[in-house]
């Protein structure tokens, strides 16, 4: 595996992973449990993060 496809591959897993974590964190949000949800909810955004700057990297 070349090194762009595992580019790809990874930015791939960490926006699923991202948008998982968001989702399982609102949802226990709206069932009352706001520091857990707040917990996912912050992991999700770092994800994101991580994401982007992958992504601004892989341009450079």
């Known amino acids: 595996m070349d090194n762009e496809t595992f580019r790809v591959v990874a930015v791939a897993i960490l ?16 069932s009352g449990d706001k520091h857990a949800g707040s917990r996912f909810m912050l992991m999700g955004a770092a994800l994101l993060m991580l994401t982007t700057v992958v992504l601004i990297l892989q341009k450079g």
């Open 15 to 30: 926006a699923i992973a991202a948008l998982i974590s968001v989702t399982r964190g609102a949802l226990l949000i709206k």
